[in-house]
């Protein structure tokens, strides 16, 4: 197997002591490999940007440790690490045009006239601004500044660019174009991408593999479809996307399937990953659009009432009060010439294919 990128082994990372210590990482194992657009995905303060600092040598861990293609990085210095920051904040230096902004670093490394002038131009038609080397950042709109930003980072070709919320500061649609140019630029130079976001939807569409974290740790790794079919943990479920959540007794289980009996009665088949046993109560998430809605009651798993529906256009919410007490949401899609199913009021039955439940490990 090749070595990975990054990786980050038993990394802790504590700021402060005593009352006011803060652990912004605890024990945290990663392993990011090459060429991977790679995504820290989590609310504000769970660690993103400690996590980014630690692999940049901004920071170092308080105990664990970080290696760079499987060498440990501890004494080497940010600017000897083949590793490059685009920060949220562009940070571009306003007194020097494009050119010599995206040039900096390499000039800095005393690169010849010649090698700087060809790569600032190369790099300048990657991220296509072409035409603007000689414009001063102030004359730039923020899209292109971010670019600017992007070409500088990339000039010297690091294995490995840190991605520090680049987008946030853009407006949407300038977000979305912006979102389509990393992914493209991640797959042209086939640099390892590290990019932090708190948005999900960001995180789905962008990424190779995402790792959720929540307080200074990592929950869960995968791909953007593991992460969403498949959430192991109640935090992920709920963080990504919309979650139904059932409280649900194991009846019998072995081998990896679990007998469970649901909120009102019924009984279900599982899979389950976690060797839950019988006698325990295990959370079950359920996406509200693999649950179906019938009209009786006989094959369905739950029973309740529509509460409230909102129609979207492609698809209609219903909000469902449950008979054994809470709620359960689901999206059903709007075929063409298929009417509302279902009205306000209507008693309903839920039923839960098998492979639309996921069993929570906690
Ligand atoms: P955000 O999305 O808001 O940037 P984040 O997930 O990147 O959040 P971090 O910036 O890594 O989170 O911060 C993790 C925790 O560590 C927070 O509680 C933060 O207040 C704390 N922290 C980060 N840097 C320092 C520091 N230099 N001194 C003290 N505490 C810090």
């Known amino acids: 197997m090749a070595v990975s990128a990054v990786e980050a082994q038993g990394v802790t990372k504590v700021f402060g002591s005593g009352a006011g210590e803060v652990r912004a990482l605890d024990e945290v194992d990663v392993a990011i490999r090459q060429n991977e657009f ?15 600092r630690l692999i ?8 664990g440790e970080i290696l760079l293609e499987g060498q440990p990085i501890a004494g080497t210095p940010p600017f000897r690490r083949p590793v490059n920051t685009v920060f949220q904040s562009y940070a571009l230096f306003p007194h020097m045009s494009v050119a010599q902004n995206v040039g900096f670093g390499m000039e800095m490394l005393g690169k010849d006239r010649r090698t700087i002038a060809e ?44 991605l520090d919320e680049p987008l946030s500061a853009l407006d949407l649609k300038l977000r979305k174009e912006m979102q389509i140019e990393l ?19 960001e995180a789905l569409t962008m990424s190779d593999r995402i790792a959720v974290m929540s307080a200074g ?28 959540f059932l409280a649900a007794e194991v009846v019998a289980g072995e081998a990896g399937s679990l007998r469970v009996r649901l909120p009102g009665g019924r009984e279900l088949s599982v899979l389950d990953a976690f060797e839950h046993k019988p006698g325990q109560t295990v959370t079950l998430a359920v996406r509200p659009e693999r649950a179906e809605l019938a009209e009786g009651g006989a094959e369905a798993q739950l029973a309740g009432r529509v509460e409230n529906l909102v129609y979207f256009g492609t698809d209609t919410t ?11 949401v689901v999206r059903l899609q709007n075929r063409e010439g298929a009417r509302r199913r279902h009205e306000v009021g209507a008693s309903v039955g839920i039923r839960l294919p ?8 906690d």
């Open 56 to 63: 940049a040598g901004f920071e170092q861990p308080t105990s």
């Open 354 to 361: 098998a492979e639309a439940v996921q069993v929570l490990r």
């Open 318 to 328: 219903y909000h469902v009060g449950l008979e054994a007490g809470g709620g359960f």
């Open 119 to 162: 790569t600032v131009e190369r790099t300048l038609d990657l991220v296509k601004l072409g035409g603007l080397a000689g414009r001063k950042p102030a004359q730039l709109s923020g899209g292109q500044q971010q670019r600017v930003a992007l070409a500088r980072a990339l000039a010297n070709r690091p294995k490995v660019l840190l």
């Open 183 to 201: 992914k493209r630029l991640q797959g042209e130079t086939g640099i390892t991408f590290v990019f932090v976001t708190h948005d999900q939807e």
């Open 217 to 244: 740790r990592i929950l869960q790794v995968g791909s953007p479809t593991e992460i969403y079919e498949k959430p192991t943990r109640r935090f992920v479920a709920d963080f990504i996307g919309e979650t139904n």
């Open 38 to 52: 790679f995504t820290l995905l989590g609310p504000s303060g769970c660690g993103k940007t400690t996590l980014l």
